[in-house]
């Protein structure tokens, strides 16, 4: 890989790390502010609609210019609502600002791989960035509970820039400037992102124009033969990831009796599964291979329901590491594929904005049908069952389709041998 790949590579590691730190310290002021419970949760809804809400808009916006510049402006948004929450706006319209900011940044910082890239290399690229926005995740986490610690955050606070009154009296403040720091760190590598030289369509401005356009993109890869199969995997593990969140740290405190910052840690548990699947889906697996690892989804959705029987942390750990490597190494290929297909269909920043518009309408529905079972007094083992037969059905009904794609491909190939 050349030196441009490891800037853009950079750039995405310290914008995701202060996404995750900024989460945290967002929940804390929360907290400070003795807010009701419910709105920590809400804090992801507000960061995710942006994805959904502003798809038919933030594609075209990155494919209107340099992807490196529309990084930038995108990191200028997050700093901008990372701002905010500093003068004391509430934490989540100033997070939903930064989800704005991201929601504009994805489109951007995953086009530029099928710009800057050959196809061949594309699985190899979404490994080190998949891999390396999970490391950002749980530091990111780790950083933003480090922050809030008592004894860091006055040591920290008790710093002072000689001659300078840095108006930073508050451990809310203090970890809203380091994140701040974070995110112009990744705005300085954006500058440095090359530019790939590919032509750009300039910004229509008619909004009805917008939503045609994306509304004949979503309808173009939902079409496509492998296109809608690397669509449908994708949208369901973005959902089933979400959801496992939330999944984990209840049946921790059920079947292990966690509390809930042990039970968080086992998030990162799954997490460095995910990342370790990434890692060894980039070396193994090529684009032409794949559809090939759509099983693994089966298998992943089955493993979960393994979650049922464990009662000791022990196998908890393993179990949970192997459901992660599942999911890393069957996402990242049908990832680096959907991008090739949205490319070639319609531009790297439209594929993009309709893959995120389909994954996070998937978060949205996943987790809120989760919330109902949960306040419906569902226990959480009827939940982990339901949950795993659904990614395990789901998958292998989305194998089946792929099969019958391939079977009408070979009657078609057969056709037209015959006519010559």
Same mark, same amino acid.
């Given at each position: 890989?050349?030196?441009?790949?490891?800037?853009?590579?950079?750039?995405?590691?310290?914008?995701?790390?202060?996404?995750?730190?900024?989460?945290?310290?967002?929940?804390?002021?929360?907290?400070?502010?003795?807010?009701?419970?419910?709105?920590?949760?809400?804090?992801?809804?507000?960061?995710?609609?942006?994805?959904?809400?502003?798809?038919?808009?933030?594609?075209?916006?990155?494919?209107?210019?340099?992807?490196?510049?529309?990084?930038?402006?995108?990191?200028?948004?997050?700093?901008?609502?990372?701002?905010?929450?500093?003068? @004391?706006?509430?934490?989540?319209?100033?997070?939903?600002?930064?989800?704005?900011?991201?929601?504009?940044?994805?489109?951007?910082?995953?086009?530029?791989? =099928?710009?800057?890239?050959?196809?061949?290399?594309?699985?190899?690229?979404?490994?080190?960035?998949?891999?390396?926005?999970?490391?950002?995740?749980?530091?990111?986490?780790?950083?933003?509970?480090?922050?809030?610690?008592?004894?860091?955050?006055?040591?920290?606070?008790?710093?002072?820039?000689?001659?300078?009154?840095?108006?930073?009296?508050?451990?809310?403040?203090?970890?809203?400037?380091?994140?701040?720091?974070?995110?112009?760190?990744?705005?300085?590598?954006?500058?440095?992102?090359?530019?790939?030289?590919? @032509?750009?369509?300039?910004?229509?401005?008619?909004?009805?124009?917008?939503?045609?356009?994306?509304?004949?993109?979503?309808?173009?890869?939902?079409?496509?033969?492998?296109?809608?199969?690397?669509?449908?995997?994708? =949208?369901?593990?973005?959902?089933?990831?979400?959801?496992?969140?939330?999944?984990?740290?209840?049946?921790?405190?059920?079947?292990?009796?966690?509390?809930?910052?042990?039970?968080?840690?086992?998030?990162?548990?799954?997490?460095?599964?995910?990342?370790?699947?990434?890692?060894?889906?980039?070396?193994?697996?090529?684009?032409?291979?794949?559809?090939?690892?759509?099983?693994?989804?089966?298998?992943?959705?089955?493993?979960?329901?393994?979650?049922?029987?464990?009662?000791?942390?022990?196998?908890?750990?393993?179990?949970?590491?192997?459901?992660?490597?599942?999911?890393?190494?069957?996402?990242?290929?049908?990832?680096?594929?959907?991008?090739?297909?949205?490319?070639?269909?319609?531009?790297?920043?439209?594929?993009?904005?309709?893959?995120?518009?389909?994954?996070?309408?998937?978060?949205?529905?996943?987790?809120?049908?989760?919330?109902?079972?949960?306040?419906?007094?569902?226990?959480?083992?009827?939940?982990?069952?339901?949950?795993?037969?659904?990614?395990?059905?789901?998958?292998?009904?989305?194998?089946?389709?792929?099969?019958?794609?391939?079977?009408?491909?070979?009657?078609?190939?057969?056709?037209? @041998?015959?006519?010559?």
């Amino acid at each position: 890989m050349s030196l441009g790949f490891y800037i853009i590579m950079a750039a995405q590691f310290f914008s995701a790390l202060a996404d995750n730190a900024l989460l945290i310290a967002a929940i804390a002021i929360l907290r400070d502010m003795q807010a009701p419970t419910a709105y920590e949760p809400l804090l992801k809804t507000f960061f995710t609609v942006s994805y959904v809400a502003l798809a038919a808009f933030v594609g075209a916006f990155a494919d209107s210019m340099p992807k490196g510049r529309v990084m930038f402006i995108s990191n200028g948004i997050k700093i901008f609502g990372c701002g905010l929450m500093f003068l @004391d706006v509430h934490p989540l319209l100033a997070y939903a600002v930064v989800g704005l900011g991201a929601a504009a940044y994805s489109p951007a910082k995953y086009g530029i791989l =099928t710009e800057y890239l050959p196809h061949r290399l594309l699985v190899v690229a979404n490994g080190w960035i998949e891999g390396l926005t999970v490391i950002a995740i749980i530091l990111g986490v780790v950083l933003g509970g480090a922050l809030i610690k008592p004894d860091i955050a006055h040591s920290l606070l008790a710093f002072d820039f000689p001659l300078i009154d840095t108006g930073i009296d508050t451990t809310a403040e203090m970890n809203l400037a380091v994140i701040a720091v974070l995110y112009l760190t990744a705005a300085v590598f954006n500058l440095y992102v090359p530019n790939t030289g590919v @032509d750009h369509k300039p910004l229509k401005k008619n909004p009805v124009y917008l939503f045609h356009e994306f509304n004949h993109c979503l309808a173009l890869l939902w079409r496509d033969k492998l296109g809608q199969i690397s669509l449908a995997v994708t =949208t369901l593990f973005w959902g089933a990831g979400a959801t496992l969140q939330f999944i984990v740290i209840e049946w921790a405190k059920s079947a292990l009796n966690l509390d809930l910052s042990k039970a968080s840690m086992l998030q990162g548990v799954v997490a460095v599964g995910v990342a370790l699947g990434a890692m060894l889906a980039a070396k193994m697996i090529s684009m032409r291979k794949a559809v090939k690892v759509i099983p693994l989804g089966i298998a992943m959705g089955l493993g979960v329901i393994v979650m049922i029987f464990v009662r000791d942390m022990w196998v908890a750990l393993p179990l949970l590491v192997l459901v992660g490597i599942l999911s890393g190494f069957f996402v990242v290929p049908m990832n680096a594929l959907l991008q090739h297909r949205g490319h070639i269909l319609m531009g790297a920043g439209h594929s993009i904005a309709v893959q995120n518009f389909n994954e996070n309408l998937s978060i949205l529905i996943m987790t809120g049908v989760y919330s109902a079972l949960i306040k419906a007094n569902l226990s959480i083992h009827w939940v982990i069952v339901m949950f795993g037969l659904f990614v395990a059905g789901t998958m292998y009904m989305v194998k089946r389709r792929h099969e019958a794609n391939q079977r009408e491909y070979d009657s078609v190939a057969e056709l037209e @041998d015959l006519k010559h």
